[in-house]
């Protein structure tokens, strides 16, 4: 029983119906055809706006990178990237080398 800890079901199906559960308690992701209703807030994960031309950048906080397939030399503006973040923290080869403790081999070629 489910007083018991249970689930007061001989099957799975009947288990989810004892327990209230909806049909999107088997889904490991939801997709269009499973929602309906409103508009997905940004607390639970959505953007709260009906369409693609509603994510605006003052609803979403997006920056001109966000549109970007790549970033090259002339998108980045910053910082030289630390290496924390998955840059070298340097301007140049040679500082990019000793930021990533290398030695002279590194620019050997045999």
Do not use: M
Request: charged share 25%.
């Amino acid at each position: 029983s489910l007083v018991n800890g249970g689930t007061d079901a001989s099957n799975a199906g009947d288990a989810r119906y004892n327990l209230n559960l909806g049909r999107l308690a088997t889904k490991d992701y939801v997709d269009d055809l499973d929602w309906s209703g409103l508009p997905l807030g940004i607390d639970n994960g959505g953007t709260g706006q009906t369409s693609g031309d509603d994510y605006t950048d003052s609803i979403l906080h997006l920056g001109l990178l966000a549109y970007e397939s790549f970033v090259n030399d002339d998108d980045w503006l910053g910082e030289d990237l630390s290496l924390v973040n998955g840059g070298t923290d340097a301007s140049n080869a040679g500082d990019a080398r000793y930021n990533l403790n290398l030695g002279r081999l590194a620019t050997k070629d045999y």
